[in-house]
């Protein structure tokens, strides 16, 4: 914990992934300390999170936010055993993850989606975040992922076929009246909070990047996707219940019906892109888990998300 801040509460690692993750709490607060990967996020990606924040906090926005230190930086570096990393202290977020999300949750998170929208589509960061577009998530991650499935041939013609009908089925969207900007891309309950007053507060932007602004509710409409999946709930409730968040939304940002119809495709672009980044992290973090089996059911997922939300 660097000492700039003059905090020495107690520490406790929360998340080891491409980032570090750390809770620093005491009797009278609470703060979040990420210490992020080089391998993962360059300076001026983070650079361009801190940036984000701080406008979105200025708008009013209910964001976890960066920390300045006595020297005013928001960015410390130092020198770990792996080579120079980059950390960045944040506010807590107030109240804690609900997965099952009720009326008022819904309501809620699809007004402040749509009003933070409303800032992240007007702004222009000084440094560079992620693109999110067909080359980024979709012909680029396969292009990378190739050499992986080179004992999957099946799943391997799966992945370009489908990428091939994603592409397709935009060339007949209207996607010039898409409302662009910068969007959170990792939008599950996980990364949002709410307090007993029904209060949101939004954290981990370490997805953000630069496309649609419907990615965000198509990150979102994955949690009902995996929450059919876990049975946790029923497609007619998950349906009814994504609707009353579209509907939310829609209070604050109108869109278009190519819009509303292009949501479902853009998850396929989703589950492609993690998938490399499963990939890309695999020495550093991802190795557990990243076997020829996982890869199976992670492409099973894309064939269960096609069939229940796609209509090539």
């Known amino acids: 914990m ?11 690692l929360l998340i080891r992934n491409v980032s570090d993750t750390y809770l620093l709490e005491n009797t009278e607060s609470k703060y979040i300390f990420k210490i992020y ?5 360059k300076l001026q990606e983070i650079k361009a999170e801190v940036e984000l924040l701080n406008i979105l906090k200025a708008d009013g926005h209910s964001v976890s936010f960066p920390i ?17 990393r980059n950390g960045v202290l944040f506010s807590f977020a107030a109240g804690k993850v609900i997965h099952d999300l009720d009326q008022n949750h819904l309501n809620t998170l699809g007004k402040a989606i749509a009003k933070i929208h409303q800032t992240t589509a007007t702004i222009k960061l000084t440094h560079t975040r992620p693109l ?11 292009a990378t992922l190739e050499p992986h499935f080179k004992e999957m041939p099946e799943e391997l013609n799966y992945l370009k076929e489908i990428a091939n009908r994603v592409i397709q089925k935009f060339v007949s969207f209207d996607t010039q009246s898409f409302s662009t900007g910068y969007c959170h891309y990792d939008l599950f309950p996980k990364n949002f909070h709410f307090d007993e007053e029904g209060k949101i507060t939004f954290f981990d932007f370490d997805f953000a990047g630069h496309g ?7 990150s979102f409409l994955n949690h009902f996707f995996f929450h059919q999946l876990n049975n946790a709930i029923t497609k007619e409730q998950a349906a009814a219940d994504f609707n009353t968040f579209l509907n939310a939304y829609q ?3 109108k869109l278009t019906p190519d819009e509303i119809e292009a949501i479902p495709y853009l998850g396929i672009c989703f589950h492609i892109f993690f998938l490399k980044f499963f990939y890309d992290n695999f020495d550093d973090w991802s190795n557990p888990f990243l076997t020829p089996k996982y ?11 096609e069939t229940l939300y796609c209509n090539f």
Request: hydrophobic share 35%; proline share 6%.
């Open 2 to 12: 660097p000492m700039d801040y003059l905090l020495i509460p107690p520490v406790r």
């Open 37 to 41: 990967r080089n391998a993962h996020r």
């Open 68 to 84: 300045s230190d006595q020297h005013h930086k928001q960015i410390q570096q130092f020198q770990a055993a792996e080579g120079l």
């Open 132 to 142: 999110f577009n067909f080359q980024t998530t979709l012909q680029d991650p396969i």
């Open 212 to 218: 649609y602004l419907i990615n965000d509710l198509m």
């Open 251 to 253: 209070t604050i940002r």
């Open 295 to 305: 890869t199976k059911n992670r492409i099973d997922l894309i064939r269960k998300w």
